[in-house]
Nanobody, 122 residues
Framework: QVQLVESGGGLVQAGGSLRLSCAAS????????VGWFRQAPGKEREFVTG????????DYADSVAGRFSISRDNAKKMVFLQMNSLKPEDTAVYYC???????????????WGQGTQVTVSS
């Protein structure tokens, strides 16, 4: 069992930065891949980025590659999403999710956080 709690969302101007955190509990967290997803109003939840259990492999959606960076600290049971050069189209609720393997489809993830709102003003 893994519980996830996101934090760090907020309101930022276009071009600014935010760092999201995902705090996990559960003895087996370090064996799980973690993905960040986002969902804007009226849109489906979409994959943003993911990281393997070891941190040795990462994957990014084309829309955020080069602007966002994912990392993890298994000792602290934390996963981070550094978001730079934010755009208004990045506005969404951001969720972290855990899965046995890294995947880009939301339905593959078993454990989810409650989400944190990111709003980018133009």
């Amino acid at each position: 069992q893994v519980q996830l709690v996101e934090s760090g969302g907020g309101l930022v101007q276009a071009g600014g930065s935010l760092r999201l955190s995902c705090a996990a509990s559960g003895r087996t967290f370090s064996t799980y891949a973690v993905g960040w997803f986002r969902q804007a109003p009226g849109k489906e939840r979409e994959f943003v980025t993911g990281i393997s259990w070891s941190g040795g492999y990462t994957d990014y959606a084309d829309s955020v590659a080069g602007r966002f960076s994912i990392s993890r600290d298994n000792a602290k049971k934390m996963v981070f999403l550094q978001m730079n050069s934010l755009k208004p189209e990045d506005t969404a609720v951001y969720y972290c999710a855990a899965n046995q393997g890294l995947a880009t489809m939301a339905e593959n993830y078993k454990y989810w956080g409650q989400g944190t709102q990111v709003t980018v003003s133009s």
